[in-house]
């Protein structure tokens, strides 16, 4: 089995433009992160998919592998898709450039689901994270997750979900990491289909896979780690590597 990590790489983020190059500890975020990926020693390679020269050029300058994506895309697994279309791979990592603190255990359990599954029932594996805190429940930045009784996906928002209209239920809420494992052939089929509405409203591309039937195995894991959407996100990322 043929396991390689992809990093899709925007410089253009909506909420922190050029975040991928701002300075971590003396090297830039999708530096860190690409290095991350690769100390794992999970991965027979690693590259990060861009639309960025300058991000290219940081990665190739600093030993790495890149690919220039050749379109314009309109989410991280259609970037990818069109970069691991040709190659002999059996399964692919989508690792965010946004999470220079990218940590092995997470990764080795989504690997574990595709090896331990023989029949090939699983599309997908991806992350999620219980959380408790009311802010980060509520708010629209957190993707949350609700699962089925053998942790398949059954969707994802940015809304509240479950929803308390019992409060003396003990809900327990998930946040979705933006992690992904595909089988080559899911990743290729999300490629050639339509957006949806449900993914169009929410902004959730892993919301085009379930409407389309893909079956989406989710993986708890105790890390958060820290994704950096805003300003606020890297200062505390600069405070965690000191």
């Known amino acids: 089995m043929k396991i390689i990590s992809m990093i899709p790489a925007r410089y253009a983020a909506s909420r922190f433009p050029g975040k991928l190059m701002q300075d971590l500890g003396g090297k830039s975020v999708i530096l860190r992160t690409y290095n991350a990926t690769v100390a794992t020693n999970l991965f027979d390679d690693v590259f990060v998919v861009t639309d960025s020269?300058?991000?290219?050029?940081?990665?190739?300058?600093?030993?790495?592998?890149?690919?220039?994506?050749?379109?314009?895309?309109?989410?991280?697994?259609?970037?990818?898709?069109?970069?691991?279309?040709?190659?002999?791979?059996?399964?692919?990592?989508?690792?965010?450039?946004?999470?220079?603190?990218?940590?092995?255990?997470?990764?080795?359990?989504?690997?574990?689901?595709?090896?331990?599954?023989?029949?090939?029932?699983?599309?997908?594996?991806?992350?999620?994270?219980?959380?408790?805190?009311?802010?980060?429940?509520?708010?629209?930045?957190?993707?949350?997750?609700?699962?089925?009784?053998?942790?398949?996906?059954?969707?994802?928002?940015?809304s509240l979900i479950p929803y308390p209209r019992d409060k003396n239920t003990d809900a327990k809420y998930y946040k979705h990491k933006g992690v992904y494992a595909f089988r080559k052939e899911a990743l290729l089929d999300f490629y050639r289909l339509p957006m949806t509405i449900l993914e169009a409203s929410e902004k959730l591309e892993q919301l085009r896979y379930?409407?389309?039937?893909?079956?989406?195995?989710?993986?708890?894991?105790?890390?958060?780690?820290?994704?950096?959407?805003?300003?606020?996100?890297l200062e505390r990322a600069k405070k965690e590597w000191k």
């Open 53 to 158: 020269e300058i991000i290219f050029n940081e990665i190739i300058s600093n030993g790495g592998k890149a690919i220039m994506s050749k379109k314009e895309h309109e989410c991280g697994s259609d970037r990818i898709a069109e970069a691991v279309e040709n190659m002999d791979v059996d399964i692919v990592i989508n690792v965010q450039g946004d999470e220079p603190f990218t940590d092995k255990e997470s990764l080795t359990k989504l690997i574990e689901v595709f090896k331990s599954d023989d029949e090939k029932q699983i599309d997908l594996a991806s992350l999620m994270v219980h959380i408790t805190d009311e802010n980060e429940i509520n708010n629209p930045n957190t993707v949350k997750v609700v699962v089925d009784q053998s942790n398949f996906a059954l969707y994802f928002s940015r």
């Open 210 to 233: 379930l409407e389309y039937g893909k079956r989406i195995k989710m993986v708890e894991t105790n890390v958060q780690g820290i994704e950096i959407d805003t300003p606020e996100d």
